[in-house]
C-alpha cells in the first residue's frame, strides 16, 4: 500500500538533496472542523516545503495527516508538485499525489494555478483519482482566495467539489466556506471560518451541514510559505473517509 509514497518520496529527497540551498518556503499547520447535523467533526495537520531547480521552476512535496472523532479512521495524504513560478507565490503547476486510509489507497493527479495580485491572491485547481481495485472514478475541483484587509487580518474562503462515479450511481459533495485570518506573529497565523457541505446524487438521499472550522498556520522561509495548498480528496471533501 505504501509503495507510491515510498517511491515518490524518494524522488523527492533526490531532487531536495542537491538543492538545499535553494529553499524558498515551507508551512506547518492544523485545523479542526465541527459539523453539526452530522455531529463528527476531522482534525487535520499538514506540512510541506519547496525549493527551487532554476529561477523559474521549482518543486514542492506536502503530507497531510486527517482523523475523524465519528469513528477509528485515520487517512493520510502526499502530494508532490512541479511549478513554474511567475512570481515568489504565484505559478503554474502539475501534481501528483495519493490519498490513502486503512482499507484503499487513492492515486491523485492534476493541475493548479495561483496568482497574487498586491493585496489578494487566487488558487484554483483540477484533478482526478484512480481508487486502487475499485471501479470508482474521481475527479475534483475547487478555489480559494485571500484578500489582505490590513493591520494582519485577512479575509479568506473557498470551494470545492468532489465527483464520484460509481458503478450504481453518482455522488457529489461541494463544501463553500468564508471566513478570515489574523497574524499574530511574523509569518504565524491563526483562522477560523464558516462553511457548509452539501451531499447530493443520483442513487443518494440529498443531505447538507454546517461547520465551523477553525485552526493556525506558520510560515518558513524568503517566500513565508508554499505556492500551493496541499491537493486530496480528504481536504475538499473533509468527510470523505
Known sequence: MKTFLLSTAMVVAGATAG???????????????????????????????????TPQFAVAADLSLYSNSASDDNANSFTLHGIYKTGARSGFGLFIGQDS???????LFGADAAFDFGQGRVEAYIGAGEPEDSDTEVS???????????????????????????SIADLSVTTLEIGGSYMVADMVSIFGKIGTIELDGDGFASED??????GAEIGFGPNQGLTFSPRSIFSSAPLAF
Not at 459539523?35 to 499538514?46: C, G, H, L
Not at 451541514?209 to 477553525?214: E, G, K, P, T
Open 209 to 214: 451541514d454546517s461547520f465551523l472550522s477553525i
Open 19 to 53: 538543492v538545499a540551498q535553494s529553499f524558498t518556503g515551507a508551512e506547518i499547520g492544523l485545523e479542526y472542523q465541527s459539523f453539526n447535523d452530522f455531529d463528527e467533526s476531522v482534525t487535520s495537520y499538514f506540512g510541506g516545503a519547496e525549493f527551487t531547480i
Open 140 to 166: 475534483f475541483f475547487g478555489a480559494e482566495f485571500e484578500y489582505d484587509l490590513g493591520r494582519g487580518i485577512e479575509v479568506i474562503g473557498g470551494l470545492d467539489r468532489v465527483n464520484y462515479d460509481i
Open 101 to 107: 486510509t486503512d482499507d484503499a489507497d487513492v492515486d
